[in-house]
C-alpha cells in the first residue's frame, strides 16, 4: 500500500491494460453505463413509493448527480488512474482500512447493480417470450455468459457497449414519441403528474417517501463513477472525461424526467409498481401500435448493457486495489494476449451470481444507490482534502459549493430518512463483513511476507 500523496504508485505486475478508448467511445460508454437496468426496471418501483409525481425524485436525483459528478470530474482529472474512488480515498485520508471499505463498497455496489440487471432480465421484459426457465437460473447464466465476453478484451466490450447504448436509447426514444402521441391524442391523464402517496399522509411521511423514492431513483444515474476506473484504458483522460462525464449525466438525466413523465403520464403508479418491466406498461396503454414483444427485446439489450458494464467496472477496481496492494497481487494478473484483469473478472462475476440469489430488484437497486451515496459522500469530501495536494499539469477544478452539497446530499439520501427496507442494510452490512474478512487475510499475507 502506497501512502505517497504524489499520483504515482505501484506500476502493475505485468503488461499495462491498453488504451482503446477515445472521446466519442467514452461518451456512449458513459451513457451506457448510466441508461439501462435502472430506468427499465425501477421506475415502477419509484413511483411505489412516491405515486404519480415519480418525475420529482428523478429531478432531485439528477442534480444529486450532477455535484457528485463534478468531484469526480476534478479527481480523475488529477489523478487519471484506475481504482477511482478507493484511490481518492487513500490520497485524502490515508487510512488503509478506510480506503479498502470505500473500495469494497464501490466494487459491491456494482456487483449488486448488475445482480438487478440479472434480475430484470429474467423478469416480465423475457416472459414475453418465455416463462418456462427458473428465472434464477436465467439471471445466473446470464451473468456468466458477461464475465466470458469481458474476458475477451476492452475493445470487445466497449464496442458491445456501443451497440447496446443505442438500442437502448432507441427504446427510450420510443416510450418518449408514444408519449408526445398520447398528449397530442388527447390520451394519459396528466392530473397523475401531482399526485403523491404517503403511508401516514403527514407531512414527516411525504418527506420520507420522497427521499426514499429519491434514492432508489437514485439508481438509475449511477454509472459515471464506473467510467473512472476506465481512465488506464482512455486516450488523454484528463482532456476527455470532463466532457464525457457532464455530458452523459445531462443527456440521461432529461431522458430520464421525460420517461417519468411519460410513465406517469400514461399509467397508475399502482400498475408501474407491480411490474418489473414497467415501460412495457407503458408501450401497451400508450394508444400507438408498437410491438410489445419488440420493445420487450430492446428492453433486454439495455439491462444487458448495464450488467456488462458493471462487470467490467467492478474487475478493474479489483485490478486497481491489487496494483495498489489492497488486494493481493494476484488479483492484478491480466491476459497477455488479450491484456484483460482475467482473476479480477472470474472474481467479481461469483460475487454476483452468489449476491443475485440474495434479493429482487428493488432491494439489490436500493442496495446499489445507499453503498454508492456512502461512497459519494467520502469522495466529495476527498476533493475538498485534495486541493492541498497539487499536482504539475492543469485538469478541471469544480466549484467548492459543490462538493460540500454533494457530501451534504449524499448522507441525507444514504441517511434513515429515506425509507427503505431493512434488508438492504442487512445485505449491506453483509457485505461489509465480508469485506473486513478479506481485509484481515490480505494484512496477515502482507505481514508473513514481511511487506505489512
Same mark, same amino acid.
Given at each position: 500500500?502506497?501512502?505517497?500523496?504524489?499520483?504515482?504508485?505501484?506500476?502493475?505486475?505485468?503488461?499495462?491494460?491498453?488504451?482503446?478508448?477515445?472521446?466519442?467511445?467514452?461518451?456512449?460508454?458513459?451513457?451506457?453505463?448510466?441508461?439501462?437496468?435502472?430506468?427499465?426496471?425501477?421506475?415502477?418501483?419509484?413511483?411505489?413509493?412516491?405515486?404519480?409525481?415519480?418525475?420529482?425524485?428523478?429531478?432531485?436525483?439528477?442534480?444529486?448527480?450532477?455535484?457528485?459528478?463534478?468531484?469526480?470530474?476534478?479527481?480523475?482529472?488529477?489523478?487519471?488512474?484506475?481504482?477511482?474512488?478507493?484511490?481518492?480515498?487513500?490520497?485524502?485520508?490515508?487510512?488503509?482500512?478506510?480506503?479498502?471499505?470505500?473500495?469494497?463498497?464501490?466494487?459491491?455496489?456494482?456487483?449488486?447493480?448488475?445482480?438487478?440487471?440479472?434480475?430484470?432480465?429474467?423478469?416480465?421484459?423475457?416472459?414475453?417470450?418465455?416463462?418456462?426457465?427458473?428465472?434464477?437460473?436465467?439471471?445466473?447464466?446470464?451473468?456468466?455468459?458477461?464475465?466470458?465476453?469481458?474476458?475477451?478484451?476492452?475493445?470487445?466490450?466497449?464496442?458491445?457497449?456501443?451497440?447496446?447504448? /443505442?438500442?437502448?436509447?432507441?427504446?427510450?426514444?420510443?416510450?418518449?414519441?408514444?408519449?408526445?402521441?398520447?398528449?397530442?391524442?388527447?390520451?394519459?391523464?396528466?392530473?397523475?403528474?401531482?399526485?403523491?402517496?404517503?403511508?401516514?399522509?403527514?407531512?414527516?411521511?411525504?418527506?420520507?417517501?420522497?427521499?426514499?423514492?429519491?434514492?432508489?431513483?437514485?439508481?438509475?444515474?449511477?454509472?459515471?463513477?464506473?467510467?473512472?476506473?476506465?481512465?488506464?484504458?482512455?486516450?488523454?483522460?484528463?482532456?476527455?472525461?470532463?466532457?464525457?462525464?457532464?455530458?452523459?449525466?445531462?443527456?440521461?438525466?432529461?431522458?430520464?424526467?421525460?420517461?417519468?413523465?411519460?410513465?406517469?403520464?400514461?399509467?397508475?403508479?399502482?400498475?408501474?409498481?407491480?411490474?418489473?418491466?414497467?415501460?412495457?406498461?407503458?408501450?401497451?396503454?400508450?394508444?400507438?401500435?408498437?410491438?410489445?414483444?419488440?420493445?420487450?427485446?430492446?428492453?433486454?439489450?439495455? +439491462?444487458?448493457?448495464?450488467?456488462?458494464?458493471?462487470?467490467?467496472?467492478?474487475?478493474?477496481?479489483?485490478?486497481?486495489?491489487?496494483?495498489?496492494?489492497?488486494?493481493?497481487?494476484?488479483?492484478?494478473?491480466?491476459?497477455?494476449?488479450?491484456?484483460?484483469?482475467?482473476?479480477?473478472? +472470474?472474481?467479481?462475476?461469483?460475487?454476483? +451470481?452468489? /449476491?443475485?440469489?440474495?434479493?429482487?430488484?428493488?432491494?439489490?437497486?436500493?442496495?446499489?444507490?445507499?453503498?454508492?451515496?456512502?461512497?459519494?459522500?467520502?469522495?466529495?469530501?476527498?476533493?475538498?482534502?485534495?486541493?492541498?495536494?497539487?499536482?504539475?499539469?492543469?485538469?478541471?477544478?469544480?466549484?467548492?459549493?459543490?462538493?460540500?452539497?454533494?457530501?451534504?446530499?449524499?448522507?441525507? /439520501?444514504?441517511?434513515?430518512?429515506?425509507?427503505?427496507?431493512?434488508?438492504?442494510?442487512?445485505?449491506?452490512?453483509? /457485505?461489509?463483513?465480508?469485506?473486513?474478512?478479506?481485509?484481515?487475510?490480505?494484512?496477515?499475507?502482507?505481514?508473513?511476507?514481511?511487506?505489512?
Amino acid at each position: 500500500m502506497t501512502t505517497s500523496t504524489e499520483p504515482t504508485s505501484h506500476e502493475p505486475a505485468g503488461p499495462g491494460l491498453k488504451r482503446a478508448i477515445g472521446p466519442r467511445l467514452l461518451v456512449l460508454f458513459v451513457i451506457g453505463d448510466i441508461l439501462g437496468t435502472g430506468v427499465y426496471a425501477t421506475t415502477g418501483k419509484v413511483a411505489g413509493k412516491v405515486g404519480g409525481a415519480l418525475w420529482l425524485p428523478f429531478v432531485i436525483g439528477f442534480a444529486v448527480a450532477l455535484l457528485t459528478a463534478a468531484s469526480y470530474v476534478e479527481l480523475v482529472g488529477k489523478y487519471p488512474r484506475a481504482a477511482g474512488a478507493a484511490l481518492y480515498t487513500q490520497k485524502a485520508f490515508n487510512v488503509p482500512f478506510l480506503t479498502f471499505i470505500v473500495a469494497f463498497m464501490v466494487m459491491c455496489s456494482g456487483l449488486s447493480s448488475a445482480s438487478a440487471a440479472a434480475r430484470a432480465f429474467s423478469g416480465d421484459y423475457l416472459a414475453e417470450f418465455t416463462d418456462a426457465v427458473p428465472p434464477t437460473l436465467i439471471a445466473v447464466l446470464f451473468l456468466l455468459a458477461l464475465a466470458a465476453l469481458a474476458l475477451r478484451g476492452v475493445s470487445e466490450s466497449v464496442r458491445t457497449n456501443v451497440v447496446l447504448t /443505442l438500442v437502448e436509447l432507441t427504446g427510450l426514444l420510443v416510450i418518449l414519441v408514444i408519449g408526445a402521441w398520447a398528449v397530442f391524442g388527447g390520451g394519459g391523464d396528466a392530473g397523475r403528474l401531482g399526485e403523491f402517496e404517503a403511508t401516514g399522509g403527514t407531512a414527516y411521511a411525504l418527506l420520507t417517501s420522497v427521499l426514499g423514492a429519491t434514492a432508489l431513483g437514485f439508481f438509475a444515474f449511477v454509472g459515471f463513477e464506473d467510467s473512472v476506473n476506465m481512465a488506464e484504458e482512455t486516450h488523454d483522460p484528463v482532456r476527455t472525461f470532463p466532457r464525457a462525464i457532464f455530458t452523459g449525466v445531462a443527456v440521461t438525466g432529461t431522458i430520464y424526467v421525460l420517461v417519468a413523465l411519460v410513465s406517469s403520464f400514461l399509467v397508475d403508479h399502482r400498475t408501474l409498481e407491480r411490474s418489473s418491466g414497467p415501460l412495457l406498461e407503458v408501450v401497451k396503454a400508450g394508444g400507438l401500435d408498437f410491438p410489445p414483444r419488440l420493445f420487450a427485446l430492446i428492453a433486454l439489450f439495455a +439491462v444487458t448493457n448495464s450488467a456488462l458494464i458493471n462487470i467490467m467496472m467492478a474487475s478493474r477496481l479489483c485490478y486497481g486495489m491489487a496494483n495498489e496492494r489492497i488486494l493481493p497481487r494476484a488479483m492484478g494478473r491480466v491476459l497477455p494476449r488479450r491484456r484483460t484483469p482475467v482473476v479480477g473478472i +472470474v472474481f467479481v462475476s461469483l460475487l454476483a +451470481v452468489g /449476491l443475485v440469489t440474495t434479493g429482487g430488484i428493488e432491494g439489490l437497486g436500493d442496495t446499489t444507490a445507499f453503498l454508492l451515496l456512502c461512497v459519494f459522500a467520502v469522495v466529495n469530501i476527498a476533493v475538498l482534502v485534495l486541493r492541498r495536494d497539487r499536482v504539475e499539469h492543469a485538469h478541471f477544478r469544480t466549484p467548492t459549493a459543490l462538493p460540500v452539497l454533494g457530501a451534504l446530499t449524499a448522507l441525507l /439520501l444514504a441517511s434513515p430518512l429515506a425509507d427503505r427496507e431493512a434488508d438492504v442494510y442487512v445485505r449491506a452490512g453483509v /457485505l461489509l463483513v465480508i469485506g473486513i474478512g478479506l481485509w484481515g487475510v490480505n494484512k496477515a499475507v502482507l505481514r508473513a511476507r514481511g511487506e505489512g
